[in-house]
């Protein structure tokens, strides 16, 4: 799940970088090689990945590239960016800047969402503790109450 997760984050800023790519060479679009050259560069963790869809790529498997990219960064994310690069020969710099816009939004609702998941289950375990610790309370006192008045009860009684 870490691994997946710093993946993950990865793929953003290299979504950063071929948004940045493309802004910069407006006018005279990148090869894709030259593009996945970039990216490989500015990665750590998804270098391996990187090496295997630029070996891929020249070879002319550019289906397989872009498939085996997705499966080494196994996740969602990793799947929409591999499609966006297979993409690359195909569109324009200005497409390219507004595809990474809606790729970099929806990678940006997904971490919210994300985060918002672990926010409320860690209230709901706070909340399952406090109320066992009010009902444990709740036990103690009518325990102890109960035994005050049995106590009392065999006072008189002897």
Known sequence: MRKTAALDREIYGSAITLKNL????KERPLSADYIFEALMENSSALRPAYEELITLYRS???EAAFR???EKTGSRAGKNFAAVLSKLD?????ELVKQMEVFQNIMAEER???AI???????VLVTAWA?????????NFAVVVV??????MLGHLF
């Open 22 to 25: 493309a802004l910069v060479q």
């Open 60 to 62: 002319g498997r550019d």
């Open 68 to 70: 085996a990219f997705a």
């Open 90 to 94: 195909r569109i324009n710099p200005a």
């Open 112 to 114: 919210m969402t994300s």
């Open 117 to 123: 998941r672990n926010a409320q289950r860690k209230s």
């Open 131 to 139: 109320s066992a610790s009010v009902f444990a309370l709740l036990i």
């Open 147 to 152: 035994f005050m008045d049995t106590l009392g």
